[in-house]
């Protein structure tokens, strides 16, 4: 942790001077990795004023020849995924199958994806108006021009290129500001665009603290995809309010998962281990609560807490392992607050609890159980490695207590009868339910991905997502000639107005069309 004791923010070190450095440490041992440049306001302003010039000829190509070179891009990622992995285990300290799957297969697969669809969900389409026949209307996907992505630290790979992926296929230029914490993983994906021969100024990345993030937006961004928490997004969205700038927040979140009497046991408790511990419980899908029937609640805790204990958890660029690091030191604090309150107020402490030993960064994946609302490890984002248990007597009172949240981004419901979970699912308040199954929506490409309340708007992902990379522009043209005299100009006559009277009654009025003709005469 002691990096951050250094920094007090915004890019100024405690001796009071700007540093012009950025310093990345391995989470899993301590040690200095590397360092990024701590870009400079000017220097923001000047990388987007280059974007926008590569944007221009960019921009004005076919959709197809554009995922073409989207798909180069990912062939260099496949290509060099060893190096992206490696890097990855150090900067996160993450084991290395999260590493290869969650963050190289899923950029990987999302580049494929959208280079293939982009072509049908970006093409015009005309719009068959129901009332000016007259005219032919099409709506088209123009990209908005320099795309600003922001993101956080615990899927500093995955995260931040599918944004960047998406906005490129859309035809936009991109300016990513990585998180402080994780520069050096952008920096390779950066390397890796420039490697794979693709437009040096159009996929740009600006390393630095929150200050170089504020003025990437103040820079003349025309888009911005912000991933991380809901403060900093709402300083950020306020921001970009100022500005009018559009922007999808993508926040934090607080999924509940609700076992019904009749979920499978071993599976859901193996889902739980898998959805509370992955990137040691640093994902905003995470099983963040979870609500077992009193009929099952016992048993499942039970094998939660064993299966709990199979974990291995250690330095992953050493060994395999199930649990790695904590990325950003503060996490751990905030575990250790959320398990003192919840103890302090009656919970159980069935398996973990406490730092792991040596210089990196662990904290042991942590079961409570008896928990309640009044704890804030039930109400407040974890983004670590605890899942607290909470009994409940009916489904009911799961569905209520799951919509009992500022939060809602994933949910998840386990019963074996698919069609109830499917009803508890479409009751619950939350961007995405998975019915059997956890996190994998992260991995969709072809699904909107994100939530409602203060878990953000707008989506990630899905062909609405992509379209919203671009700014819609509807193109009205006159199909038949229609004579100098349009009826709806001017002039205003008695005469046209009692047309119009008629043209009402007969359009919008009552009863029948043939009541509303003869009333005409
Ligand atoms: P933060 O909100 O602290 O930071 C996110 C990014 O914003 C970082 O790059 C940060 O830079 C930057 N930033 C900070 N201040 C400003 C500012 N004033 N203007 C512009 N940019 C700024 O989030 P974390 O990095 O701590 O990430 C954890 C959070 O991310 C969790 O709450 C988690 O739920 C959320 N998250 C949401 C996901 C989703 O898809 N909904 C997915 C993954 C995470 P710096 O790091 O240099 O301070």
């Known amino acids: 942790m002691g990096h951050m004791a250094s920094v007090v923010g915004n890019g100024v070190v405690s001796n009071g001077q700007a540093s012009t450095k950025i310093r990345s440490y391995a989470p899993a041992t301590g040690e200095l990795i590397g360092e990024a440049p701590n870009t400079s306001a000017e220097e923001v302003r000047l990388a987007v004023q280059r974007a926008h010039r590569a944007q221009e000829a960019w921009g004005a190509l076919p959709a197809e020849e554009r995922g073409a070179r989207i798909l180069r891009f990912r062939d260099a990622i496949v290509d060099r995924s060893d190096e992206i992995v490696d890097l990855l285990v150090r900067e996160c300290g993450k084991p290395r199958h999260e590493a290869l799957l969650h963050e190289v297969m899923v950029v990987a697969d999302l580049a494929t994806h959208f280079a293939r669809v982009a072509p049908k969900v970006l093409a015009p389409r005309e719009i068959p108006l129901h009332l000016m026949k007259h005219r032919k209307s099409t709506v088209h996907h123009v990209p908005r021009g320099v795309v600003a992505v922001i993101s956080p630290w615990n899927y500093p790979f995955q995260l ?24 050096l993983i952008a920096l390779k994906a950066k390397e890796i665009w420039d490697g794979a021969g693709l437009p040096e100024d159009l996929f740009q990345v600006v390393t630095g603290y929150g200050a170089t993030g504020a003025a990437l937006i103040d820079s003349g961004i025309q888009f911005l995809v912000f991933t991380g928490g809901v403060a900093t997004g709402k300083r950020v969205a306020a921001a970009c309010g100022e500005r009018l700038i559009p922007c999808v927040m993508e926040l934090g979140g607080k999924a509940p998962l609700i076992a019904c009497a009749d979920a499978e046991l071993e599976k859901t408790a193996r889902a739980i281990v898998f959805g509370g511990f992955s990137n040691a419980g640093q994902v905003c899908i995470s099983v963040e609560r979870v609500y077992a029937h009193r009929d099952i609640h016992d048993r499942l805790l039970d094998r939660v807490v064993e299966l709990t204990r199979e974990l291995r958890q250690g330095d992953p660029s050493q060994e395999f392992v199930d649990v790695g690091a904590i990325i950003f030191p503060h996490q751990i604090e905030i575990a250790e607050k959320h398990i003192a309150d919840a103890v302090s107020k009656g919970a159980e402490l069935r398996i ?6 040596g210089p990196g960064q662990f904290f042991a994946p942590t079961v409570l159980a008896n928990c309640n609302h009044t704890m804030t490890v039930m109400k407040d984002e974890i983004f670590g490695p605890i899942v607290p248990f909470m009994r409940v007597s009916t489904e009911e009172e799961a569905v209520r207590l799951a919509n009992e949240s500022h939060l809602g981004l994933n949910a998840y419901v386990y019963s074996a009868d698919r069609e109830h979970g499917r009803r508890l699912a479409e009751r619950i308040e939350a961007g995405s339910v998975l019915v059997n199954d956890v996190l994998n929506n992260g991995a969709t490409s072809d699904a909107p991905f994100g939530g409602i309340k203060q878990s953000g708007f707008g989506r990630a992902m899905g062909d609405d997502a992509l379209r919203e990379m671009c700014a819609t522009k509807h193109i009205s043209v006159d199909r038949i000639p229609m004579g100098e005299k349009d009826p709806l100009q001017f002039p205003y006559t008695e005469k046209s107005y009692a047309w119009f009277k008629k043209g009402l009654r007969l359009m919008f009025g009552g009863g029948s069309l043939a009541k509303r003709i003869g009333d005409l005469f």
């Open 352 to 357: 973990g609890g406490e730092r792991g030993p």
């Open 160 to 183: 931040p290129l599918r944004d960047a992926i998406m906005a490129l296929v859309a035809g936009n230029a991109v300016v990513l500001k990585p998180s402080e914490v994780t520069p």
